[in-house]
């Protein structure tokens, strides 16, 4: 029983979601779920990306929280648009939040929309936000074994951001054997190695995946919007 | 209609982990329920407590995975008996898993039963699994914010194990903040710094956390037991 409510929260979620990546294409705005464990980074790496992308590209940011508006403060901060969601104790954002804010943004002048999931490398992976890409952070500080651990998360990510690279010298954590077991999830993973700490390292690697991706959704959105 | 399956599923979760209660009272063991994010260091503290306390205490351990059995051969490897449960996916363990493996352990030879739950900061707080205690995890390297984030999981256990402090020096963790929002989600909480990477760090404190908890629950155990 428990197995069939499961599966129908999930059916009417994927509705949802459709519905939500029908807006995003037709309004041609790239849309990304970053999902990690608690404290891998993504607010930090968010932080970089809208200061370091800002002339380039019109962003906002859905910040999804059990509770307090922290990220949201240090995302605003950065000038970028954002919307946060409290779950209230719930484990992962869904379609139906993610579809209660959309609203309240100009998504045809958005180029990229990024979603910060709750931090938690399990639950938020079922529940697609309408999304074009999950983007998966892992940090060296959580070892090498995570993504043979918890799988879903990287079958199912187009892009993984090998986070902390600062800390290498500090934790025991082998790179190629965590890029094994990522790559047996998912062959076609994108692995980037990056620190978001003080100026950042690495991420103009991932500048250029988000550049690829843009150009990517737009290309998309001309075929489809008919000239 | 999702609040009431989600209570539902947490009531006949409760009767459940009443039922083990009793059992582990009146075998009069200790058992308690390691919880924390993913690669926060549970296996690494299991491994120097089963190696430092196999003189004092006879323990064993119930290890909680999405799936492999990679922190169970590690657990073994000191001798210890373990049981592993693989969830098949799911973000938590709940009663009704531990009652099913319980029967093969000899519960009134064991002083202290250890649940090492999946890697997840949210989720398996909400399930109990019977236990005494649940015992906290958090390591430095997720930052200090995440007692304020996800406070239910602080309100809950009896003792925070801040984990990694050998990487104080190369991360921007504040002890004192990291301190003052768990015991704001808890006034009670015992907050131990400990490191369980090579010889260790600080774990003697954790062993007389230990030491004390099982005299706790042997006292209790003489007065229920008759005289």
């Known amino acids: 029983m428990e197995i069939s409510v499961g599966r129908s929260l999930l059916e009417s979620n994927d509705a949802l979601a459709a519905e939500l990546s029908g807006r995003f294409a037709r309004a041609g705005v790239l849309a990304l779920n970053l999902i990690s464990s608690p404290g891998a980074g993504k607010t930090s790496l968010l932080e970089h990306t ?20 922290n990220d949201a403060r240090r995302v605003a901060a950065t000038g970028a648009l954002v919307e946060q969601i409290n779950t209230g104790g719930g484990c992962h954002l869904d379609a139906s939040m993610i579809l ?7 998504l045809r002048d958005l180029d990229i929309l990024f979603i910060e999931n709750v931090g938690n490398l399990v639950c938020p992976v079922e529940f697609n936000c309408g999304e074009d890409h999950k983007v998966a952070l892992l940090s060296v500080a959580e070892g090498d074994d995570k993504p043979e651990k918890y799988p879903l998360l990287f079958h199912l990510s187009s892009v993984l951001l090998l986070n902390k690279i600062d800390l290498l010298p500090y934790v025991d954590f082998d790179q190629e054997k965590a890029a094994r077991f990522a790559r047996a999830a998912n062959p076609r ?12 390292e690495g991420l103009e690697a991932w500048r250029e995946w988000l550049r690829e991706a843009v150009k990517a959704k737009r290309a998309k959105h001309a075929g489809t919007s008919g000239e």
């Open 50 to 69: 809208l200061r370091d992308l800002s002339g380039e590209f019109s962003m906002a940011v859905i910040e999804g929280d059990l509770q307090t508006d």
């Open 100 to 106: 209660e804010v959309i609203p309240r943004f100009p």
């Open 189 to 200: 993973l994108s692995i980037l190695p990056v620190s978001c700490r003080g100026e950042g």
